[in-house]
């Protein structure tokens, strides 16, 4: 849900220790890490380590449906004995278009690849600037996750934002467990750094707002004055 990702290498040798079986949910990889945007296991090169890796279509893909990837033994079993699987309609052939005509995207246009990498170093650059990366779930991918306990509050500065123009939406319990209520944020190859800036500014204003906080106190946010210098440094 939140984009985070733990130490892959360590897992992977865990695993061969204990001889375990390894699964990888990269929902939120695909799209976003590696040279064509295959995956982090891929990036890592430990494809060949893992037991089997989750890919989804609705996310990075911007289409539905998923893949399990394992090897011609596991794909053996889960054809024949999954039963969400042998009991679930197949893709429509629009789908399957959509899919390929993702993946081809991915190879052809390493333009957007990295834009959406220099918007995620710039987004976790200026929440670090404007003190709010205690409230932040660490996460180097695009799913940028803010944890604000309660989900009166979570709700209220949600709807603060949209009323500024930013499509935000709140995660509440018991779909996250109480006192985990959340932001996500999803970031976009499109995204400008104005927008960005704006959004996360708004958030730590907001935050003040419906609670007593340590972030920077009001009157130094609304002398903030963000600066560029080349692609990602930020200064204020």
Do not use: W
Request: glycine share 6%.
């Amino acid at each position: 849900m939140d984009g985070d990702c733990p130490n892959m290498e360590e897992l992977v040798t865990l695993s061969e220790k204990y001889n375990c079986y390894l699964v990888v949910d990269e929902a939120h990889a695909l799209g976003v890490f590696g040279e064509k945007g295959e995956g982090l296991v891929q990036y890592l090169q430990l494809q060949d380590k893992i037991f089997a890796r989750i890919m989804t279509f609705g996310k990075g893909l911007g289409c539905h449906g998923a893949v399990v990837l394992g090897s011609e033994e596991l794909k053996a079993y889960l054809v024949n004995f999954a039963r969400s699987f042998i009991y679930t309609t197949g893709l429509s052939p629009h789908s399957v278009a959509t899919i390929l005509m993702g993946y081809h995207h991915l190879e052809n246009d390493k333009n957007a690849l990295e834009a959406l990498r220099d918007n995620i170093v710039f987004f976790n650059q200026v929440k670090k600037m404007l003190y709010l990366n205690p409230l932040f779930v660490r996460s180097k991918s695009a799913i940028q996750s803010v944890i604000i306990p309660g989900n009166e509050k979570v709700k209220n500065i949600a709807s603060s934002l949209q009323q500024k123009g930013f499509d935000v939406k709140a995660i509440l319990s018991p779909t996250v467990p109480e006192g985990q209520e959340r932001l996500r944020f999803c970031l976009h190859s499109y995204n400008s750094k104005e927008e960005m800036t704006k959004v996360l500014t708004l958030l730590s204003s907001f935050h003040l707002q419906y609670s007593h906080s340590v972030l920077r106190p009001m009157h130094k946010l609304q002398k903030l004055k963000i600066q560029y210098y080349g692609k990602y440094r930020v200064t204020d």
